[in-house]
């Protein structure tokens, strides 16, 4: 399994609070993703990067915002929690940009 | 923009029972087409993936053919185990290979 861990696993939130998320690498991966899965939408992008320092906006960019001032932690944050970010959230990793492997998930609930 | 379509879930099917899950797509170019599998409380394991037209990718038994003629890429899985059970997800890369785009996933029960 590639090396991607994520934490917290779980977090319980009130609206209007900030939550950050991190995703950790050990493979040493250029490219890293984070999505949020939700019943019947699959699996949408909410922003990538593909260097340090180097991120670009997915399909469902607002409200959410990213850092990555090393290779391997890339970190998601919400500024302003909102319930419909409720969701798991996953974080996936790719070298040559073609072929993810994905971290075990986060649980977020936002009250 | 690219799209990918799955057949709608849930399938549920008696193990040994042959098994297919279809996937269309919608893209521009020739991208990558991937088939993903995630067991409850998981996250996505890649299980095959077709690189270029006429590509079989294949994996535990999972066999899936990109089909540039029809737009689709089909898994399919000739006797399928209770352990088999899961939400399965095809996807496609963008033209860059840096992104993908998922189907909505199709859950699977093998029942014994």
């Known amino acids: 399994d590639a090396g991607i861990t994520q934490s917290p696993r779980h977090k319980v939130t009130e609206t209007g609070t900030p939550v950050t998320l991190r995703c950790h690498q050990t493979e040493n991966h250029r490219y890293m993703y984070w999505y949020r899965q939700d019943p019947g939408h699959g699996l949408r992008l909410i922003h990538y990067s593909y260097g340090v320092k180097d991120t670009d906006k997915g399909e469902v960019s607002d409200g959410y915002s990213v850092s990555r001032s090393k290779t391997e932690d890339f970190l998601l944050t919400l500024e302003s929690a909102t319930s419909s970010q409720t969701s798991v959230y996953f974080c996936a990793i790719s070298s040559s940009a073609d072929t993810q492997y994905f971290g075990p998930g986060t649980r977020l609930t936002v009250l | 923009g690219d799209s990918v379509t799955q057949m709608e879930g849930p399938v549920t099917l008696s193990e040994e029972a042959f098994l297919t899950i279809n996937c269309t797509y919608t893209a521009t170019g020739y991208p990558s087409l991937f088939w993903y599998v995630q067991y409850p409380g998981e996250g996505l394991q890649l299980l095959l993936k077709a690189t270029k037209a006429d590509d079989k990718g294949s994996n535990k038994g999972f066999e899936a053919t990109y089909r540039k003629e029809t737009t689709s890429f089909h898994l399919e899985k000739g006797s399928v185990q209770v352990s088999d059970s899961a939400v399965y997800f095809c996807?496609?890369?963008?033209?860059?290979?840096?992104?993908?785009?998922f189907g909505e996933g199709t859950q699977l029960t093998v029942n014994p």
């Open positions: 996807a496609l890369s963008d033209p860059s290979g840096s992104r993908l785009t």
